[in-house]
């Protein structure tokens, strides 16, 4: 359940290995990045290790700085460009 007390959606949930994987992606300036508390938030709620994946490169500086800091006070949430991502699965592999 997620912090409102609703049914969380995940944009993808490998089962094999129990993780979930949220991707935002923000390719113009917009309210993509004002989303990442209430995305963190709701992933904290869950026991279940998460990736989120960024892209685009128009979320403001200030937001992913935030994100990032989060991530690092939290064990089971990490923070990833595409790119980032693919080196991580690699290394699971």
């Given at each position: ?56 490169g ?10 990032k ?25």
């Open positions: 359940m997620g912090i409102y007390n609703t049914k969380l959606r995940f944009d993808f949930y490998l089962p094999d290995l129990d993780i979930v994987i949220e991707a935002k992606f923000q390719n113009s300036p917009g309210t993509v990045d004002e989303k990442y508390p209430y995305l963190f938030e709701n992933m904290k709620s869950i026991n279940k290790k998460v990736l989120i994946v960024y892209g685009g128009k979320a403001r500086p200030g937001a992913i700085s935030w994100l800091n989060k991530c690092m006070e939290n064990d089971q949430i990490e923070l990833f460009t595409f790119d980032e991502m693919c080196n991580y699965f690699e290394g699971l592999l």
